[in-house]
């Protein structure tokens, strides 16, 4: 799904009235009825006090529109205008006079914090202060109204945005941000739900479609998208009937330390597991006996050091290598992997170590073929990257790591974020119990074992993030958050690829929804 920038959807916005042939107040009722159709299928006349605080843009205007349908329907209904700015928007003027029809109560006017009415943890509140037009942080007494919804703990629905989210930058003060117990977005959901430091202000979000001009949705090229099964199914390969191992490639692991085995274990099996016709690892010396034994699929070479690596030479032909998990930074494996990088001409995931030893020694990055794919966790980013201010720093300065190099650079994380260039991929797979030693091992096998078998880098990145997250959303049902360990992700990669041929499953709703978080 794609992630519209502002000014792409004010662009959505105006192209829609222009070949619809439609006014933009016309485009706010259709927006204001889909947010009142939603409430009413689920509220279904019950006369529990809503709470509508509408800001004076057109965020307010939509507040408005929903309050007088709320109205008309027999809810009950109390309008305020949080009046932070005199210029108020053509379409809320509009509005404003149309509720003033239909209601004997104007909307109450709030000009400070000092007159917040009481509201009952039972009530609702619908936030229709600001949408996506906030352009500078709100005056003190407008955060003070954001806090009261938060300390009267009533469930709180926002239209479009939690009022105080800007869509383009970081927030100065989180006491600032309406924090939403459900967020109703028109046209796409907002980068900024999937941000580490703005995604807690939306529990959950879902897509109200307002019927914006289809050629301009499906031609508009997006900066950021976000990644579900409906983008990842196509990128799957078919396996044929007479195929045989040698279709599927040879899938190289390097890595291991004394003690730290195991990484490479993990990273062998999903690779295996994600469809590489031969793996072989390559550890010390130290790692031969366990990998041997504990899986007989994956072949072993073995490094002339018994406890670390310290010279990486083989005598197979890989289609893809997988490089850095468990590997130690010590100053011999640091010289064996920059030896390894000048004569490398192979396909390249390089993880953990690898990219510590990278980030202490940054000329290797020029050693990496092209769309080198870079596996780092927010500690080992901020050794590649430095520290960022703030999550959209950190996005640019990644961008252009991206760029200066051509890499494409995972950024691990609860949403993770694959980052090529200009471009960003938001993944929506995976959970709280993935936070758990040796899942990145596990990502970085499944994406040289998709690689190996013939996908572009880019594609198996998605493709091996997904299925990753995927098979741990899986897993997890079985396991739960807790007790959770990556060699359980390991055994639902196969169900995960089955799950990409499931139909979806019926919901009452078309729109799109976020998975429930706990
Ligand atoms: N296609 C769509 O998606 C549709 C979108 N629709 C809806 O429109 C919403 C966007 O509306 P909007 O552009 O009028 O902006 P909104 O957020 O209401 O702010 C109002 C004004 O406040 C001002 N301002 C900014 N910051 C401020 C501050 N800190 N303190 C004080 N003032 C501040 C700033 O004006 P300025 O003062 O800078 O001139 C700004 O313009 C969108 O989120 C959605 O709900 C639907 O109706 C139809 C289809
Ligand atoms: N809260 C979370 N929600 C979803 N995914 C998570 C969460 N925490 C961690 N993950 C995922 O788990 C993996 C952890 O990788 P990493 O930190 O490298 O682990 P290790 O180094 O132990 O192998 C990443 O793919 C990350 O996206
Ligand atoms: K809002």
Not at 139 to 144: F, S
Not at 245 to 259: D, E, P, Q, R, Y
Not at 446 to 468: K, R, S
Request: proline share 4%.
């Amino acid at each position: 799904m794609k992630l519209f920038s502002k000014e792409q959807i004010y662009e959505g916005d105006r192209l829609t009235t222009e070949r619809q042939n439609i006014s933009s107040t016309d485009l706010m009722e259709r927006a204001g009825t889909q947010i009142f159709n939603w409430m009413h299928m689920r509220m279904q006349g019950a006369q529990v006090p809503v709470h509508v605080f509408c800001g004076i843009g057109n965020n307010g205007g939509d507040g408005l529109v929903l309050a007088r349908h709320l109205t008309t329907h027999g809810y009950n209904v109390i309008t305020y205008v949080v009046n932070y700015s005199e210029t108020r928007s053509k379409d809320f003027l509009i509005n404003y006079d149309r509720i003033k029809n239909v209601s004997k109560d104007w909307p109450k006017m709030m000009t400070n914090s000092a007159n917040f009415p009481k509201i009952h943890k039972d009530d609702i509140i619908v936030d229709a202060v600001f949408g996506i037009g906030l352009n500078r942080p709100p005056a003190e007494w407008v955060a003070e109204i954001f806090q009261k919804f938060r300390a009267s703990s009533a469930f709180t629905l926002s239209i479009d945005i939690p009022s105080g989210l800007y869509t383009d930058k970081a927030i100065a003060n989180e006491n600032a941000v309406v924090h939403a117990n459900y967020t109703l977005s028109f046209q796409s959901p907002k980068l900024v739900f999937f941000l580490p430091e703005t995604a807690k202000f939306t529990v959950q979000w879902e897509v109200l479609d307002i019927g914006i001009d289809r050629d301009y949705l499906v031609n508009t090229e997006t900066e950021a998208e976000l990644i579900s099964k409906f983008e990842i199914l196509p990128l799957y390969k078919p396996r044929e009937k007479f195929a045989h191992k040698g279709n599927f490639g040879h899938a190289l692991i390097i890595g291991g330390s004394h003690g730290k085995i195991g990484a490479v274990n993990l990273a062998s099996r999903s690779c295996l597991s994600s469809g590489a016709g031969l793996v072989t690892a390559f550890v010390p010396e130290c790692g031969y006996h366990s990998l041997q034994a504990s899986i007989p699929e994956v072949m072993v070479l073995t490094d002339k050091e018994e406890r670390y690596i310290s010279d990486i030479k083989f005598n197979i032909e890989p289609n893809a290598i997988g490089i850095g998990i468990g590997l130690d930074t010590r100053e011999e494996t640091m010289k064996a992997l920059e030896s390894f990088l000048e004569i490398n001409k192979n396909n390249l995931v390089v993880d953990a170590d690898g990219i510590n030893i990278i980030a202490r020694k940054k000329s290797l990055l020029k050693l990496l073929p092209p769309q080198t794919i870079l596996t780092p966790h927010p500690k080992e980013l901020e050794r590649l990257i430095g520290k960022w201010s703030d999550d959209f720093d950190k996005l640019d300065k990644v961008k252009s790591l991206s760029s200066m190099y051509n890499l494409i650079i995972v950024v691990k994380g609860a949403n993770t974020v694959i980052v090529y260039k200009e471009k960003i991929y938001i993944n929506t797979t995976g959970n709280p119990g993935m936070a758990t030693a040796g899942t990145g091992d596990v990502l970085t096998g499944i994406i040289t074992g998709l690689i190996a078998q013939g996908y572009e880098p880019l594609p198996a990145t998605l493709f091996a993030v997904y299925i990753h997250g995927r098979s741990a959303d899986i897993a997890v049902e079985d396991y739960g958050y807790q007790s959770l360990i990556a060699s359980h992700i390991i055994e639902t990669i196969g169900e995960a690829y089955i799950d990409l041929f499931k139909p979806p499953e019926q919901t009452t709703e078309p729109a799109q929804e976020q998975e429930e978080q706990q």
